[in-house]
């Protein structure tokens, strides 16, 4: 199963906990108003909670790992996630964490503002000041990524910025990929700058 189904799956059976819940709370706000009583002493905020988690109906603090084809072990965390379409096809998440750890023990972690995840496509895109830390001493920033689910393809369409050990850089696009694994030693990841590269050179202290 992959990361898009093993998501869909958990947002669906948390539906069906919330859903009904939700439907308490509002039968249950309704009866406590049915009384007479002073509606200026009820919490101002008990009915908008219940009529918000009706209208739109989400899964808080979901986590969910899997593993893609060339052995990379992918773990999703999400501060809500939530099923945008009818279908079920798409999910959308906000305060997101994708890591991605590498057979060789490497790991890479994106952080973004909200993503979405496309169980058709096994596609996860992340949007709104997305951040990048990896064992290889990088920091990046850009404004969208897309994500493979099922093997490690990660890009950036648009143009990035990093701070590094070789100095600050900027460049077109990037790209995270597997390496295959060679003479018994098990396979990592490989981060490449495209797209008109260019390098702010940072000297070490006495060079």
Known sequence: MTL?????????????????????TVLSTLFLFSRDI???????YAAVDAEDLARDPRITAPR????????????????????????????????VVAQFEAP?????????????VERAADRLTLEGNVRMEGDAGYRVEAG???????????????????????GRLEAGGMLLRATPAEAGEAGGHRLLFTDGVRL????????
Do not use: K
């Open 4 to 24: 898009a189904e093993a998501l869909h799956s958990r947002v669906v059976a948390g539906l069906r906990i919330v859903l009904p819940l939700a439907a308490v």
């Open 144 to 166: 969208t990524v897309v994500a493979a689910l099922d093997r490690t393809w990660v890009t950036s369409p648009g143009p990035v910025t990093a701070e590094g050990p070789a």
């Open 64 to 95: 969910l790992s899997g593993v893609t084809e060339d052995g990379t072990a992918m773990t999703l965390t999400a501060r809500t996630v939530r099923i945008a379409s009818g279908t079920g096809d798409m999910v959308e998440a906000e305060g």
């Open 104 to 116: 060789d023990g490497r790991r890479s972690t994106f952080i973004a503002d909200r993503a979405r």
């Open 38 to 44: 002073d509606p200026s002493r009820a919490l101002p």
């Open 200 to 207: 702010l050179y940072h000297p070490e202290p006495g060079d």
